[in-house]
């Protein structure tokens, strides 16, 4: 079965400090994979996401994330960190047909 | 073009009161889905629909109803609401061609039963 799995619930980095959330998936067809962010209150907004083709993705707000099908992995980095980052992110696959599996989320705290 | 639009915004119920969440999405996407959010569990499926006269469940069906009589329009019943259906409720529209694939949530429901 397919499965999202983002590695620690909480994140917190200062201010100006590279963001790393981690995402891991399991697949038995090549995945589509995607990265969501939530601020308080606030529906999901699309950050980026992987289709085929270049294995590093660019997004918004200066976001990117890298496919690495040998590692399954598809984590989420950001060079220098911003208060306005501060927001619970959500990584996400898509699972054949249009059903999308999601991670259980991480929310980053960014420190002054 | 409204996207993906949700009704109510909040919404307060009794134990074994029923109720019907709307979701309408004007972009004419064939498949909608509704999940719900629950702290530290992400986002759940409840039940999709691939086109209008077709729906199928998700992870989560149990205590939920959904129907597809217009591309448009993909409503969710609560038919006797329980505690446990506490929870912040998404509608999402999605639309794939060829690699391309796109999918557009609402703002959600916040739904609290007591």
């Known amino acids: 079965a397919q499965s999202v799995t983002q590695l620690g619930s909480h994140v917190s980095v200062s201010e100006g400090a590279l963001v790393l959330l981690r995402c891991n998936y399991s697949?038995?067809?090549?995945?589509?994979l995607f990265w969501y962010v939530q601020y308080p209150n606030q529906g999901l907004q699309l950050l980026l996401k992987?289709?085929?083709?270049?294995?590093l993705v660019k997004g918004i707000n200066g976001f990117e994330a890298e496919f690495k099908k040998s590692e399954t992995s598809f984590h989420l980095t950001k060079p220098s960190a911003h208060m306005s980052d501060a927001a619970e992110y959500f990584c996400?696959?898509?699972?054949?047909?249009?059903?999308?599996?999601f991670g259980a989320g991480t929310r980053l705290f960014v420190k002054a | 073009n409204a996207g993906v639009t949700q009704t109510p915004k909040f919404q307060v119920l009794k134990t074994g009161q029923s109720m019907t969440l709307q979701c309408a999405q004007d972009?004419?996407?064939?498949?909608m889905s509704w999940y719900r959010q629950d702290p530290g569990m992400g986002l759940r499926l409840i039940h999709y629909?691939?086109?209008?006269?077709?729906?199928d469940q998700g992870e989560v069906p149990n205590g939920y109803n959904v129907s597809r009589s217009t591309t448009e329009d993909f409503p969710l019943r609560l038919l006797s609401a329980a505690p446990s259906q506490t929870s912040v409720y998404f509608c999402?529209?999605?639309?794939?061609?060829?690699?391309?694939?796109?999918?557009?949530f609402g703002p959600g429901t916040r739904l609290t039963v007591t």
């Open positions: 999402a529209s999605s639309y794939s061609s060829g690699t391309r694939y796109e999918q557009y």
């Open positions: 697949s038995s067809v090549p995945p589509y």
């Open positions: 992987y289709t085929t083709g270049a294995t």
């Open positions: 996400a696959v898509k699972v054949g047909g249009f059903k999308t599996i």
């Open positions: 972009m004419n996407h064939e498949y």
């Open positions: 629909s691939v086109g209008a006269g077709i729906t």
